[in-house]
């Protein structure tokens, strides 16, 4: 027989963490920030708590003094929220496959004593949905010690993997908020441009995986006219929004749940959430699921975008570090670039302006000193920048070392060329 769900004060479910736990917490949108806030209340309670988690909405203030003395952050992707104290002694990053995140909850790499979600309310038979932050949250829970669940009425019921029965919970806090919504900003000239060249290489019946940015979105502004598409992707966002209403994404030729629109996250604004709301043709899957190599290649030309920090002239991508400073993370960059590689038909596409905001190029000879390579040489296939596209697979350093100027901003291919024959044309 299910036990019925208890209803706790919030003192008693965050009462239940004990110095030297690892506790996780959900992330993005499903962010379970009012257990959070006063789990960090305790801090002159505790010491040693281990967090880990991919990324948060809100303050994080578990990052933040006072309340960093009695926690220490582990994240698997750095958001701005704990960017600065990822760089600090109060935190740190594991740099891992968002498809490999899983393996350490399940295997036991990383034992969890307690799990920090938020969910719906439990239906007529049960059961709460996850809303829209599946991801790594379904195996965490999963294996967890407790399960202390925020039960939230705004949250939406989404379809696919995540459902958790009441009698999971183990204590749970009623509060009624608004998720965590965005809204993303109008795309540059240059995103737009980008945003073209892109869209030219995209073809009717691909399957997309979108990276999280303005130019993703522009990418999207662009697609009106193509027919056919699929969704395999991490991220689902407002930009896909007007081509379902369009008839423009219809699925019907995915190999891997045909006619749906695979995810294992959404962030957006609350339109957004309300489409997703008990909707069968958006199936929230774990990211050991969505990021699998060999399930998004069993689809076809599946077209993946992502973007970058800089890239060298050989081809090596940095997109999650500056220099040496933890930016962001690894992410599912490479989950989805090999596996749009492998597909039938598939394009791996890193796109990025030519330059930052401050003027330098994107494209270097070299890689800034201490910077992480998310993505090799050997994975990347196709680079877009304003001024074109170029596709690296089966070229040699010096030919990719061309190709790349020939994107790069005019202000700078002069130097890049100079630079190019230092390193790679040696008497």
Not at 12 to 32: E, L, N
Not at 138 to 146: H, Y
Not at 378 to 405: C, D, P
């Amino acid at each position: 027989m299910k036990t019925p769900l208890e209803i706790v004060s919030i003192e008693q479910a965050v009462g239940i963490v004990k110095s030297g736990d690892r506790v996780f917490f959900q992330g993005a949108a499903m962010t379970p920030n009012y257990l959070i806030d006063h789990l960090c209340e305790r801090y002159n309670e505790l010491e040693n708590v281990e967090i880990v988690q991919i990324h948060t909405d809100g303050d994080a203030k578990y990052i933040q003094a006072p309340y960093n003395k009695a926690f220490k952050l582990y994240s698997f992707f750095v958001g701005a929220n704990v960017r600065q104290g990822v760089n600090s002694n109060y935190g740190d990053y594991i740099p891992i496959f968002l498809s490999e995140i899983h393996w350490l909850f399940r295997r036991d790499i990383l034992p969890l004593d307690v799990a920090f979600i938020q969910v719906s309310p439990p239906d007529k038979h049960g059961y709460c949905s996850l809303g829209v932050s599946v991801d790594i949250t379904l195996p965490a829970i999963q294996k967890a010690k407790k399960v202390v669940a925020l039960i939230n009425p705004k949250v939406p019921r989404t379809h696919g993997d995540g459902i958790i029965h009441s009698s999971h919970i183990d204590y749970a806090v009623n509060h009624i908020q608004p998720i965590h919504a965005s809204v993303a900003g109008e795309p540059s000239d240059i995103e737009h441009q980008i945003g073209k060249h892109v869209a030219g290489l995209i073809e009717d019946g691909a399957t997309l995986q979108m990276g999280i940015g303005n130019i993703p979105n522009a990418v999207l502004h662009n697609l009106g006219n193509h027919k056919r598409l699929g969704i395999h992707t991490e991220m689902f966002s407002d930009g896909l929004l007007p081509l379902v209403e369009k008839g423009i994404i219809t699925g019907e030729e995915k190999e891997i749940k045909t006619g749906k629109i695979v995810t294992t996250f959404a962030v957006g604004s609350q339109k957004l959430y309300d489409f997703v709301d008990d909707n069968p043709l958006v199936h929230f899957k774990e990211a050991g699921y969505t990021n699998d190599t060999s399930i998004i290649k069993r689809n076809p030309k599946v077209t993946a975008i992502n973007s970058a920090i800089e890239i060298d002239i050989t081809g090596q991508v940095c997109a999650d570090t500056i220099g040496d400073y933890q930016y962001s993370g690894v992410g599912g960059q490479m989950d989805f670039i090999r596996g749009a590689s492998l597909s039938h038909g598939g394009k791996p596409i890193i796109a990025i302006p030519s330059t930052t905001k401050k003027g330098q190029s994107k494209i270097v000879s070299h890689l800034k000193y201490g910077a992480g390579v998310t993505t090799t040489r050997a994975h990347v296939h196709y680079v877009a920048t304003e001024y074109g596209v170029v596709n690296l697979f089966g070229k040699s350093l010096k030919q990719r070392a061309k190709e790349l100027i020939s994107i790069a901003h005019p202000d700078h291919q002069e130097q890049l060329e100079k630079e190019m024959f230092e390193r790679l044309y040696r008497s």
